[in-house]
């Protein structure tokens, strides 16, 4: 399977409790969505998880994964990162985008010329910040992900066009 037929939806905090339950922090819009989704998989696909919510605990929720027993198991999974398939998550409107498919667009400016690629997308509280790594700059450049500074995004064409505040690439 194709790595970007799989979204990142939650990943394992750790052991909770002794008998096999995982710390869960779901990345899902509606937390409780992230049971709806299973199976989960690893990053490289290796291992699948049906999932069980328990209850919501600090920080996520308590859950019973499939194939783990016991709190040994639970802890060797401490920062696997769960993936679901694409086709089980649900449509998007047209001004939505999963965070995968942002990463690696190409930013334009409203020019045309090329400033650099999406590295990661960022959220600290206030909004989403697309990375931009590029030739030329001294740094990764923060954008703020709004429709009035990032007014294009073509996932087809693989390109973002910015119109991003006068000195933010210099």
Partial sequence: ???????CVGAIAGA???RGEV??????????AIADYGPLYSEDGARSFDVALLRAVKGGFAARLSGVSD??????LRGIRLYADRARLP?????????????????????????????AVLNHGAGDLLEVHGIGLKGPVLVPFTREIVPTVDLKAGRIVADPPEGLFE
């Fill in 16 to 18: 909770f409790g002794v």
């Fill in 91 to 119: 449509a998007l409107p047209d001004d939505e985008f999963y965070h995968a498919d942002l990463i690696g667009l190409a930013v334009h400016d409203t020019g045309g010329a090329l400033l650099g690629h999406v590295r």
């Fill in 1 to 7: 399977m194709n790595p970007s037929d799989r979204i």
């Fill in 71 to 76: 709190k040994e198991a639970a802890d060797a």
């Fill in 23 to 32: 710390r869960l922090k779901s990345f899902c819009a509606a937390p409780e």
